[in-house]
């Protein structure tokens, strides 16, 4: 079955893996409903760029961490293109610290916006996937969804509860045709990824050089950075009729991360 015509939210889509889904998913004829912070006209650029691949996309600025604008963005986008077929949930930040220097606002912030926030984008959209017989959910969690690393106890949280929300969702729509699988990525330079570089190579008196290969490529076995592009072509293969029996699954690409 074609995708052409569909229509995906993908939260947190201004930046990195989110926009690099929402391009991949454009480039397939999937409509698009952009969301994410960040500089109005910027945004309004990324939307010239997804309709020159001759889909329709939207923006919608819900904050991730308020349940009732995530509401009102999937009914907006109910509006805007009828219903719902495919939802990301990949909004995503991260801080880093020792547990007892760890801000409160930092962990409710973290565990809102990486995990809670899927909650809520999931119980609205799936009425409307349930009544049209289709649906695809992908959770994009990461790597620290299935081990822990030290410094990031509210992101390492909420990835684990992220999966755990996902193998639920799965069981519980499984005979509607909407599946709901997650996506782990290891390290992708992103903006997330590399604003935490300049830091990690001050505190550890080491070259930006070192911190990519001996921190964060550390437990990648192939030493190398996970592309944007192979997240994105993962995410159209989960949305795809060959992934239509893989629901409550999650799907590692993280160079060998977690097989070791
Ligand atoms: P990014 O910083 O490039 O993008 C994050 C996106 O989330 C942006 O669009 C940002 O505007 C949006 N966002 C942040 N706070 C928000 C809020 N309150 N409301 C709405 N949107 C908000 O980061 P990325 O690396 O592309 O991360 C995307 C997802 O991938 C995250 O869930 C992250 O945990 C996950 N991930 C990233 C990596 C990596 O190495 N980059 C690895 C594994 C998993």
């Known amino acids: 079955m074609s995708l052409k015509g569909k229509t995906a939210i993908i939260t947190g889509s201004t930046s990195g893996i989110g926009l690099g889904i929402a391009k991949g998913f454009a480039n397939k004829g999937i409509n698009i409903v952009l969301n994410g912070l960040g500089d109005k006209n910027d945004i309004k650029k990324l939307c010239a760029e997804i309709e020159n691949m001759e889909v329709k996309c939207i923006y919608h600025n819900a904050d991730m961490t308020k349940p009732d604008e995530i509401t009102a963005m999937i009914e907006v986008a109910v509006e805007a293109f009828g219903s719902i077929d495919i939802l990301v949930n990949n909004a995503g930040i991260q801080h880093v610290s020792p547990i007892e220097d760890f801000p409160p606002e930092k962990w409710n912030e973290i565990i809102a916006i990486n995990m809670s926030s899927a909650f809520h984008t999931t119980r609205a959209a799936i009425p409307y996937m349930k009544k049209q017989g289709w649906g695809r959910i ?116 993280d160079g060998g991360w977690t097989a070791a």
Do not use: M
């Open 138 to 253: 992908i959770n994009i969690a990461s790597a620290h969804g299935l081990v822990a690393s030290p410094f990031k106890s509210a992101y390492v949280t909420a990835k684990h509860g992220l999966l755990g929300f996902n193998k639920t969702v799965a069981l519980e729509v499984a005979q509607d045709n909407i599946t709901s699988n997650a996506i782990c990525p290891g390290y992708v330079l992103t903006p997330l990824v590399e604003k935490q570089i300049p830091d990690t190579a001050k505190a550890r008196g080491i070259s930006e050089e070192e911190v990519k290969r001996d921190v964060l490529l550390a437990a990648q076995w192939t030493k190398k950075f996970v592309s944007i592009e192979e997240i994105a072509g993962t995410a159209l293969f989960l949305c795809s009729d060959y992934a239509q029996n893989i629901t409550g699954a999650h799907i590692s690409i």
